[in-house]
Structures are given as structure tokens and as C-alpha cells.
């Protein structure tokens, strides 16, 4: 049993299909093409996890940075939590 509903895309809408799927291909390339480098991001992201899961800073992880960049890191993990 099929339960498919087939749906006519409009010029502007294969368009746009064909446009980001270029744009998310080139962004892709470019970014597995780029050197890796010490990966701070990575870290900012563990630590801003480990406070917005209620862990602290010094007592439960080592921390490389001041805190307080990792309490405004972990803001956004607040809002919506991973």
C-alpha cells in the first residue's frame, strides 16, 4: 500500500531546490576542505554544555577559560538544550 501524495514543484520552488543544495554542497567543501586547527569550538561547546547541564566550573571540570565566558556560551544551550 502506497500512501504517497505527489506534489508539482513550480519553476521557483526547483529553483530554490537546486540553489541550496549548491550553496549547502560549496559551504560543505569548503569546510571538510579547511585545515583543522586546536578546535576551541568544540571545547567552548563541551564547557557551555557542562554548565547548562548544572555542572560547575573548577569543582566538576577543568576549565581552560575564565568562567564567565562559559556562562555566556551556555546561554544558548539554556534556551534550547541539546
Not at 10 to 37: C, H, M, R
Not at 51 to 63: A, E, V
Request: no cysteine; glycine share 4%.
Amino acid at each position: 500500500m502506497k500512501s504517497g501524495v505527489k506534489m508539482k514543484l513550480s519553476k521557483e520552488q526547483k529553483f530554490d531546490i537546486v540553489y541550496y543544495f549548491v550553496i549547502s554542497f560549496f559551504t560543505l567543501f569548503s569546510v571538510l576542505n579547511a585545515q583543522l586547527g586546536d578546535i576551541d569550538e568544540l571545547w567552548n561547546f563541551i564547557e557551555a554544555r557542562n554548565i547548562s547541564l548544572g555542572l560547575f566550573p573548577y569543582r566538576d571540570f577543568n576549565i581552560v577559560a575564565t568562567p564567565l565566558s562559559m556562562f555566556v556560551n551556555s546561554i544558548a544551550l539554556l534556551i534550547k538544550p541539546t
